[in-house]
Each structure stands twice: as C-alpha cells, then as structure tokens.
C-alpha cells in the first residue's frame, strides 16, 4: 500500500505524465512565458556581462521573481529575499540596505527624473516590466509611460517589456 503514493504522486506531478521529459530546467519558462524567456536570452546575447538588471523583488521560492536575472547570467539589485539574508548572514542589512526600497520606488512611486536618478545610483542598466512587476507594483500602462520617456525600449515581446537605461541616461 505504500508504493501507492509515490506512484500516484508522480503522475500528479507530472500532470499525467503528459509533456516531453527533459533535463533542462529552464524549459518550462521558455513553454509557460516566452516574453521572459526573450528578455534573458537578449539580455545573455547582447548586454555585457557586468550588466545589472532591476526586476521584481520577492520572497524565497516566489518562482515568478528573479527569473530574468537567473536565465541571462546578469546580476539584478536584489534577488530572493530569503535566499539573500541565508547566503549573506550577519552582513545581510548592510549589504542590501535600500535596495528593496529601490525597486519599489522606481516601479511605483519615483517620476522621470527620480528613476534617472535612482538608476544611475543603483547602476541599474537594464529595467524588465513585466507580470511580475505589473503585479507586484501595481504598473498601469500610463504609469510605465514613465520609462518610456527616459529610457530606450529594447525589447517588446509577449507582456514583457526590457528598456536600456544608461543610453539615456549617460552624462559622460
């Protein structure tokens, strides 16, 4: 009776073990949001690899968070929550202070030039607007008017939308 469950386990699992197996852990983001998939593989092709990306903020094991950043190699301000506090320990505090409260602030609240601003002090490069962040800031279309204005719009592609910032915001 024992091996019932893990026989039965497996096939819920697996969704009646419908579907191609594969060992690539990345598939079922390329099948299940293709405008994340494009905004990684652009970002692993065409950014440079010290390239910092701002996407949503969230906690351990949220598995629509930090997706782009992980798929392209690129590091983002601020990655799992949970997972940061475990691999940074005591050092934790100093070492992300402000950068959750970044993230919100450009999403949510910061105008044209307080997001100019914000992503020149942060040495953010690339800014992802996509299901994620429209959900967990609260993104209206006007509001992401805002980074259309100041930033240069790289990629458009099934929902998810990847802007260039220092194009635009470079003083040098």
Do not use: C
């Amino acid at each position: 009776a024992g091996l019932v469950f893990p026989l039965a386990a497996a096939y819920s699992k697996t969704s009646g073990f419908s579907g191609t197996p594969t060992f690539d852990a990345s598939a079922w983001i390329r099948n299940s949001s293709p405008g994340e998939w494009a905004a990684a593989q652009w970002l692993r092709d065409l950014a440079p690899p010290d390239a910092v990306i701002l996407e949503a903020v969230g906690d351990s094991y949220q598995s629509d968070r930090s997706r782009v950043s992980t798929l392209s190699g690129r590091a983002t301000i601020m990655g799992w929550i949970g997972h940061e506090r475990q691999w940074r320990g005591a050092d934790y505090a100093q070492m992300t202070a402000g950068r959750e409260g970044a993230a919100e602030q450009i999403y949510r609240f910061a105008t044209p030039s307080e997001i100019s601003e914000l992503v020149k002090s942060w040495g953010i490069d690339y800014v992802v607007v996509g299901p994620a962040e429209r959900n967990v800031y609260a993104i209206s279309p006007l509001e992401e008017e805002r980074f259309a204005g100041i930033m240069d719009l790289v990629l458009d592609q099934d929902g998810v939308r990847l802007y260039a910032t220092r194009r635009n915001l470079s003083t040098e």
